[in-house]
C-alpha cells in the first residue's frame, strides 16, 4: 500500500474522505494468501512473488494447477483442494483466509466493488500468475498533500497542491536533503503534514529521489522531475 496509487475525494455530506486505491487490498492480500497455500514448496529456488507495474500488478507462484483445476475454473465456483491443506487449514483457523473455494470468487466480487476489471489467471512455465489491472478511478482531482489551495491541468490531471507541496516543490529545484528542505522553509522536524505533502509529491512523480533504492541514505537528496518543474512552473508563472 506504500506505492499503490490512492484517489481520495470529499462527498457531500459526509465528514470523512472517500479513498479509492488502484487495486484493492483484500484481493490482492487474498490472492497472496493463496498462492502460499498452492504453492509447490518442492521446486528449489521457487518463491511467490508480487510485481507492481505501470499498469498492472502480477502475483507469481510457482508451481502448476492442480487436481484438474484450470484458470477458466478459477473465476467460477469449484472444489477446493489446496496442494497444502495444513498451511490452508492454519490460514482459514487464522482468518487469512476466508471458506476455502471462495477465495477467488471473492477476488473478483472485491475488484468489481472497487471498480477493477476481474482479474486474469494464467498458467504458463509452470507457474500460475494473476494479472490485477487498475480500478477506473472517478473523474475528480488529484489530491497531493493537505487542503487543496492551488490547482491547475498538467498532462491532462487536474492538479491540486497545499501551500506546503508549493513549497517543497520550490525548495527542490535543485538537489536537497531533508535538513535543507526543513531549514528553507521554516521547520525544525519533520511533521504530518511536511511527510504527507513530501510523500504526496514523490507518488505523484512530481518530486523524486536521488537514490531511490536507499530512501534512508544519509545521502539521500529529492529534485524535481520534468512534470514537477512544468506543474511548479504554472503554479508559479516562472
Keep these: 500500500m506504500d506505492h499503490v496509487p490512492i484517489a481520495g475525494r470529499v462527498i457531500p455530506g459526509k465528514m470523512v474522505r472517500e479513498d479509492q486505491p488502484w487495486y484493492p487490498p483484500r484481493a490482492t492480500r487474498e490472492a497472496l494468501a493463496n498462492a502460499l497455500c498452492h504453492r509447490d514448496y518442492i521446486i528449489p529456488g521457487g518463491a511467490v512473488a508480487l510485481a507492481m507495474y505501470d499498469d498492472h500488478l502480477e502475483v507469481t507462484n510457482p508451481g502448476a494447477l492442480q487436481f484438474g483445476i484450470t484458470p477458466e475454473k478459477l473465476a467460477k465456483p469449484h472444489e477446493s483442494k ?43 512455465a509452470g507457474s500460475v500468475y494473476v494479472n490485477f489491472l487498475p480500478a477506473v478511478l472517478p473523474d475528480i482531482p488529484e489530491m497531493i498533500g493537505e487542503a487543496g489551495v492551488h490547482a491547475g491541468v498538467h498532462d491532462g490531471v487536474h492538479v491540486q497542491l497545499s501551500d506546503m507541496s508549493i ?21 525544525k522536524t519533520r511533521t504530518r503534514n511536511f511527510r504527507k505533502a513530501l510523500d504526496g509529491l514523490i507518488e505523484n512523480r512530481l518530486i523524486e529521489m536521488t537514490i531511490p533504492n536507499k530512501p534512508r541514505s544519509k545521502n539521500q537528496r529529492y529534485r524535481l522531475t520534468g512534470k514537477g518543474r512544468a506543474v511548479l512552473k504554472e503554479k508559479s508563472g516562472r
Design 82 to 124: 489446496p496442494w497444502n491443506p495444513i498451511i490452508a487449514n492454519v490460514f482459514y483457523r487464522a482468518g487469512i483466509i476466508e471458506r476455502w473455494g471462495a477465495g477467488t470468487l471473492n477476488i473478483i466480487d472485491w475488484c468489481a466493488e472497487n471498480g477493477n476489471p476481474a482479474p486474469v489467471w494464467q498458467e504458463q
Design 167 to 187: 513549497k517543497l516543490l520550490d525548495c527542490c529545484q535543485t538537489p536537497s536533503s531533508t535538513p535543507d528542505i526543513l531549514k528553507v522553509i521554516g521547520y
